[in-house]
Nanobody, 117 residues
């Protein structure tokens, strides 16, 4: 069972990135999927989540209409489209899978996003 996040990199202020997280070894369509991020020296923050049925939740304090979470159950993949990136978005971004109870039980390794000013 594995979650593999990818798509991070070094971008400039105002650029866009799309993160991907591919799942293997689990019934992907049965899980809600979430994105979290952790900047150096800070706590991990919830960014966005998408339910098995496509319903979405966002941390509006972080996202402010700039990020969009989506999923492709046929590809076992969840995405995080990030637009208008800012230096404060610099962090390691993690994807995670949640059970029906909302507990995140499986975590990916993370992908680093660096936004330069």
């Amino acid at each position: 069972v594995q979650l593999q996040a990818s798509g991070g990199g070094l971008v400039q202020d105002g650029d866009s990135l799309r993160l991907s997280c591919q799942a293997s070894g689990l019934t992907f369509s049965s899980y809600a999927m979430g994105w979290f991020r952790q900047a150096t020296g800070k706590e991990r923050d919830f960014v966005a989540a998408i339910g098995w049925n496509g319903g979405t939740t966002y941390n509006t304090m972080i996202v402010k209409g700039r990020f969009t979470v989506s999923r492709d159950n046929a590809m076992n993949t969840v995405y995080l489209q990030m637009d208008s990136l800012k230096p404060e978005d610099t962090a390691v971004y993690y994807c995670a899978a949640a059970t029906d109870g909302g507990n995140y039980v499986l975590w990916g390794r993370g992908t680093l996003v660096t936004v330069s000013s």
